[in-house]
């Protein structure tokens, strides 16, 4: 079936010398991977392979088959240009470690519009937003709704097992849970107290999401942050 869908890029991995496999989340599909042949080298080719940076917002004309492991992509276009998500230190850092969030998390083959309008609307604004270190919190708060997994704000200091029940972590973490992207700016939290709400929140993840398992990028995270 030859369809045509917006896209978030989740990764791109280089297969053999010259070809990409690259995953993304789609409006019309879910979560889908395409082998792209050839595509690193042929210098004039039909698809340009810096469409392909993680997070990017694409428009892809597919010939989709269910069940098929790999689709193929026929056309692609950028659907908006970043400003600053993919360029800035700090914003391509976070970018990094939430589209490794994304790929762990999203497993559905199927249309989650309320799912793919909310990661593309965040992603929009933060290009668009100055850099804000709490971001990656409440996208991933908001994610848990999105995914179902979602913890009742009143019952914080039980579901997240926080080990050592800090009043103040508590306290730091039912703000995060009413905040929205256009208040960020009105928070403001230590690096370390930063640090423990991202383990609070992964450690939930992991223990209701399956298969779930520690980012490779959290490293890289911290070290730029701090």
């Given amino acids: 079936m030859l369809a045509t869908t917006k896209a ?10 010259s070809s990409l496999i690259v995953t993304c989340y789609t409006k019309g599909f879910g979560i889908q991977s395409y082998i792209l042949h050839h595509i690193l080298k ?15 917002l694409l428009e892809i004309q597919v010939n989709h088959k269910p069940n098929l492991t790999l689709q193929k992509i026929t056309e692609v276009k950028l659907n908006h240009t970043y400003n600053s998500l993919q360029t800035n230190i700090y914003k391509s850092t976070v970018a990094l470690f939430l589209a490794e969030i994304l790929q762990i998390t999203l497993k559905e083959e199927e249309e ?26 409440v996208f991933l708060i908001k994610l848990s709704q999105h995914l179902g997994v979602y913890p009742n704000p009143k019952t914080l200091s039980r579901v997240f097992f926080t080990q050592d029940n800090d ?12 905040t929205n992207f256009d208040e960020l700016h009105l928070i403001k939290i230590s690096a370390k107290m930063r ?12 223990l209701h999401l399956g298969a ?7 490293k890289i995270l911290h070290e730029v942050f701090n």
């Fill in 212 to 218: 779930f398992k520690k980012p490779k990028s959290l």
């Fill in 42 to 56: 042929t210098k004039k080719g039909k698809i340009n392979p810096a469409y392909f940076q993680l997070l990017s």
């Fill in 167 to 178: 009043p103040r972590k508590i306290s730091t973490l039912s703000t995060l849970f009413g």
């Fill in 8 to 17: 978030i890029v989740i990764s791109a991995l280089k297969y053999k010398d």
């Fill in 195 to 206: 640090q423990n709400i991202l383990t609070e929140l992964l450690n939930y993840f992991n």
């Fill in 112 to 137: 989650n519009n309320e799912l793919y309008q909310f990661i593309e609307t965040a992603l929009l604004w933060y290009d668009l937003h100055e850099f804000n270190a709490n971001f990656h919190l």
